[in-house]
């Protein structure tokens, strides 16, 4: 069974650079690095072969096997050492060839007791040919060069083990893994925080892989780690909110809603259980349960700082966004039909909250508060009206509704100097001398000497430029008197 989230939906508007990046550098070193292993691989099975060794060491091997699952209690390797005893029959010498090689605690077994394996002259036959096999070829394959061994920890294979991949299978499995948690969780993080917090989870994953199978010379390689980090990330982003799962269950496959957090304990428990009964399947689960743990920890822990979820996260899409305006503006817009004002000015008002650049929304707050021009919600939405034609720049449509005002809420709620003074400037700015002078009179009659002043003197300037004589003495009066 398989269950992933699928809470959020790619913008393609603003790719997930990052994510993008990681996949093409998984890419890029699987083709054209790991590459040349099967080359190597080839040669080394045909010098290897024609060297006899396996004749030397398929008796080994087939007591070691026992060993291990009658010392060491490991019962999955009764399966391995059936098929190596098919291969010996059917004498397929190349897979034969192929077990023994690979097989890294077999050859650090090898080593230690080749002196009580066989006789001296087949011990230095065996380690002069197995030794320049080693050299030339097993250990320039990629995943022994950069894969994390538990045996031989470094600091860079910490990180460099993550962009290898054991096959076609396997990298195209954690890819799809990798895109559809990591682009939700780069736009969470942001790009940079993203990237560190993808390789230190995959380096905690390969830490916690060291401590279950220290002494180990099988190397770990594979994002596997790494994408459990970004799936414990995204768990620890979204915390209780009810998010949508993804599930695959042999040919059946839904969806279903259930608090993100529910999902870190299934997934660990899976990854624990199937470490403890899968057998020897190849796959590092501890590692797995090591990069989630890692990945919900670094948010919880962080999240408040450095890890910070950044807020515009959990802004819908502008295409959700979109679909979110249109039914709830059609359900204002209803109410208006019905004629049921307060319930349409609520859906308008809660709509303009989120959606404050819907300039269609105040003007229809506007024509609702007119239906009321005696209260003072009218004067402020014709205020605000007013102010956002002139941001929009539209001046024609601020001085219409100026004029609209003053016919209908001027005498219940006046409006103050100040409006009808920059009234009188966009008029003036826009050669509509009759509303300038209404203006003027509004403003007048406000009683604010110093704004009347100056406007007195700009109308003055204006009718002398236009060589309006009786006008501008008119005002060059007023401005005397006052």
């Known amino acids: 069974m398989l269950i992933i989230p699928a809470e959020n939906a790619i913008n393609w508007k603003r790719p997930p650079w990052v994510t993008l990046g990681l996949i093409m550098a998984c890419l890029l070193v699987f083709l054209f690095y790991q590459g040349d292993d099967s080359r190597k691989l080839e040669q080394a ?10 004749e030397l060491e398929a008796p080994a091997y087939e007591d070691y096997l026992q060993r291990q699952i009658q010392f060491q209690g490991e019962e999955g ?13 059917e004498n397929e010498t190349f897979w034969l060839a192929i077990n023994l090689m690979m097989d890294r605690e077999f050859y650090q077994y090898l080593l230690q007791n080749r002196d009580v394996i066989w006789a001296p002259t087949e011990r230095a036959r065996w380690q002069e040919q197995r030794t320049a096999i080693e050299q030339q070829y097993i250990q320039k394959l990629s995943a022994n060069q950069l894969g ?14 993550q962009f290898l991949h054991g ?9 799809i893994f990798l895109f559809l948690l990591g682009f939700t969780v780069e736009k969470a993080l942001g790009p940079g925080r993203y990237l560190i917090a993808y390789l230190v989870c995959g380096a905690l994953s390969g830490l916690m892989f060291t401590a279950v199978s220290a002494g180990s010379y099988v190397p770990l390689v594979g994002a596997s780690g790494s994408i459990s980090g970004l799936m414990g990330m995204y768990v620890a982003i979204y915390g209780l909110q009810k998010i949508r799962f993804f599930y695959f269950l042999g040919v059946y496959f839904n969806y279903f809603r259930a608090p993100a957090i529910a999902l870190l304990p299934v997934w660990v428990g899976k990854e624990i259980y199937d470490y403890w009964y899968a057998g020897a399947t190849g796959i590092a689960y501890m590692a797995h349960a090591g990069g989630l743990i890692a990945g919900a920890g670094l948010v919880w822990l962080l999240g408040k700082s450095w890890l910070q979820v950044r807020e515009e996260f959990f802004e819908p899409e502008e295409e959700e966004q979109d679909a979110r305006f249109t039914t709830g503006y059609a359900q204002a817009m209803a109410s208006l039909g019905r004629m049921e004002f307060d319930l349409a000015r609520r859906q308008f008002e ?3 909250e989120h959606y404050p650049e819907r300039h269609i929304l105040l003007e229809h707050l506007y024509q609702l508060a007119k239906l009321r021009p005696d209260l003072p919600e009218y004067r402020d939405r014709a205020i605000e009206l007013m102010n956002d034609a002139l941001s929009r720049r539209q001046p024609e449509q601020m001085i219409a509704i100026w004029q609209e005002y003053l016919g209908k809420g001027e005498s219940y709620q006046p409006l103050s100097a100040q409006d009808h003074n920059r009234v009188l400037f966009t008029s003036l700015k826009q050669h509509d001398l009759k509303a300038a002078e209404k203006a003027f009179e509004r403003l007048k009659s406000t009683g604010d000497d110093m704004l009347t002043t100056e406007a007195c003197r700009l109308l003055v300037e204006e009718f002398e430029k236009r060589q309006m004589a009786p006008k501008a003495r008119h005002y060059r009066q007023l401005l005397q008197a006052n």
């Open 77 to 89: 390797r009764v399966y391995e050492l059936q098929q190596f005893q098919q291969l010996r029959e």
């Open 148 to 161: 994390l061994v538990p045996a031989d920890l470094s600091l860079y294979t910490l990180i460099t083990y």
């Open 45 to 54: 099975v045909e010098q290897y072969l024609a060297a006899d060794l396996h």
């Open 167 to 175: 096959g076609w299978g396997h990298i195209i499995g954690n890819l």
């Open 350 to 352: 809660a709509l303009r």
